[in-house]
Nanobody, 120 residues
Framework: QVQLVESGGGFVHPGGALRLSCAVS????????MAWFSQGPGKEREFVAS????????YYGGFVKGRFTISRDNNENMLYLQLTDLKPEDTAVYYC?????????????WGQGSQVTVSS
């Protein structure tokens, strides 16, 4: 079991920025791939970004277009997602995930989610 707790969401105006954090604990002996997913109002949950255990490999969903950056700090057991140039369509609950498979992990453990609202 892997436990994931997100923080850092909130309200921001278009063009603004936020940093999401995810505290990772539990059984990470299998060096899971870490990722972020998002689920907007009335939408399916979709892949945002993933990062390998070493932190050197990253992969992004097409809609990110260079605006988001995923990173991790294994010493602190933390995963991050830096969001910049936010748009109203980025409004969603953002979920931290840990699982197997690259670039989009499957059979993942989920965090509880962090709400991001982008509005003028």
């Amino acid at each position: 079991q892997v436990q994931l707790v997100e923080s850092g969401g909130g309200f921001v105006h278009p063009g603004g920025a936020l940093r999401l954090s995810c505290a990772v604990s539990g059984d990470t002996v299998d060096n899971p791939v870490m990722a972020w997913f998002s689920q907007g109002p009335g939408k399916e949950r979709e892949f945002v970004a993933s990062i390998g255990w070493s932190g050197r490999g990253t992969y992004y969903g097409g809609f990110v277009k260079g605006r988001f950056t995923i990173s991790r700090d294994n010493n602190e057991n933390m995963l991050y997602l830096q969001l910049t140039d936010l748009k109203p369509e980025d409004t969603a609950v953002y979920y931290c995930a840990a699982g197997r498979g690259w670039p989009v992990p499957k059979d993942v453990f989920w965090g509880q989610g962090s709400q991001v609202t982008v509005s003028s």
